[in-house]
């Protein structure tokens, strides 16, 4: 059976720090391209960061740069996402969404084809 699940949200203040993981069951990571995205109340879903299949070479939003790094344990079908310096704005559901294709690159909402649950993220002091 083919999972995504997520975990590590919660609650966090302020210039805090969380590390979200992502791991896949009934399938691989390996050759994949994998990403974050997040879904803040009222707003459209928005991509945070993307590791691609080839080379590891990975991209951000604007707004989390320097802040997020997203990274890859293959050997244990993991992507994580270690966001520091929380902000406020950083408050939403994250999701951890999986390219199948074999080789692919892209990295979208709408390339993405398989989704996990969400996790919650919630800055707060």
């Known amino acids: ?17 969380l590390r979200l993981s992502c791991t896949a069951s009934g399938f691989t990571f390996n050759f994949k391209t994998i990403g974050w995205f997040r879904q803040a109340p009222g707003k459209e ?14 991209n951000y939003a604007d707004s989390v740069k320097g802040r997020f790094t997203i990274s890859r344990d293959n050997g244990k079908n993991t992507v994580y996402l270690q966001m520091n310096s929380l902000k406020p704005e950083d408050t939403a559901v994250y999701y951890c969404a999986v390219n199948r294709v074999f ?21 707060s002091s």
Do not use: F, N
């Open 103 to 123: 080789g692919s690159t892209l990295c979208s909402d709408y390339a993405m084809d398989y989704w996990g649950k969400g996790t919650l993220v919630t800055v």
């Open 1 to 17: 059976q083919l999972q995504l699940v997520e975990s590590g949200g919660g609650l966090v203040q302020p210039g805090g720090s």
């Open 45 to 58: 879903r928005e991509e945070v960061s993307c590791i691609r299949s080839s080379g590891g070479s990975t």
